[in-house]
């Protein structure tokens, strides 16, 4: 059974760097078969895809975002990972990693997800 | 703003049986699958519904799918208290090379 695992901390400041780390097991983030990305959730509010990036490297990011964000992946440790740069109070949220396959990217499987919240 | 519309909230009476639209544009419903996912409170999200109208293992058969055009449709029939969630819809948009969600739908189940 696959299981994502987001860990980083969990209060980051304003301005700074967001950086969250998500631990596959049970599968392979090296397979060619699936897509792993991010996708948060502020308090009480929708789901807001953030990004995504294929075993090869190819990154897929929202254009809201895209200027702030970078996903990367460690096949070697079986990891992927997000940084969102320069953030303010409107990034705190849960965040999710997920699996990702097929032509539309519809997710399979979700972490638990990290609260992370930014404080002044 | 959300790139796909969803209602608000909707309601029923259990056992009745209701639906929940998703509506987009040609550049994510209109050209790519549709997904559906359910949220109860607390948990991530859970995926209901790919492909416009297949069904993971282990989702019952009273959900359902379709999707005309630019819009979807998420269907429950046979409601249940343990359906009360969060109801989100969401694709590719092959314009922003991105996934996008609807604003998501709170069932309730009177």
């Known amino acids: 059974q696959l299981q994502l695992q987001e860990s980083g901390p969990g209060l980051v400041k304003a301005s700074e760097t967001l950086s969250l780390t998500c631990t596959v097991s049970?599968?392979?983030?090296?397979?060619?078969?699936?897509?792993w990305g991010w996708i948060r959730q502020p308090p009480g509010k929708g789901l807001e895809w953030i990004g995504s990036?294929?075993?090869?490297?190819?990154?897929y990011y929202n254009p809201s975002l895209k200027s702030r964000v970078t996903v990367s992946v460690d096949t070697s440790k079986n990891q992927f990972s997000l940084k969102l740069s320069s953030v303010t109070a409107a990034d705190t949220a849960v965040y999710y990693c997920?699996?990702?396959?097929?032509?539309?990217?519809?997710?399979?499987?979700w972490g638990q997800g990290t609260l992370v919240t930014v404080s002044s | 703003q959300s790139v796909l519309t969803q209602p608000p909230s909707v309601s029923a009476a259990p056992g009745q049986k209701l639906t929940i639209s998703c509506s987009g544009s040609?550049?994510?419903?209109?050209?790519?699958?549709v997904s559906w996912y359910q949220q109860l409170p607390g948990t991530a999200p859970k995926l209901l519904i790919y492909?416009?109208?297949k069904r993971p293992s282990g989702i019952p058969d009273r959900f359902s799918g379709s999707k005309s055009g630019t819009s979807a449709t998420l269907g429950i029939t046979g409601l249940q208290t343990g359906d009360e969630a969060d109801y989100y819809c969401?694709?590719?948009?092959?314009?922003?090379?991105?996934?996008?969600f609807g604003g998501g739908t709170k069932l309730t189940v009177l």
């Open positions: 997920a699996r990702l396959f097929g032509v539309s990217r519809p997710i399979d499987y």
């Open positions: 049970g599968g392979s983030t090296s397979s060619s078969s699936y897509f």
């Open positions: 990036i294929y075993y090869s490297g190819s990154t």
């Open positions: 040609s550049s994510n419903i209109g050209n790519n699958y």
């Open positions: 492909e416009n109208n």
């Open positions: 969401g694709t590719w948009d092959s314009s922003l090379s991105a996934g996008v």
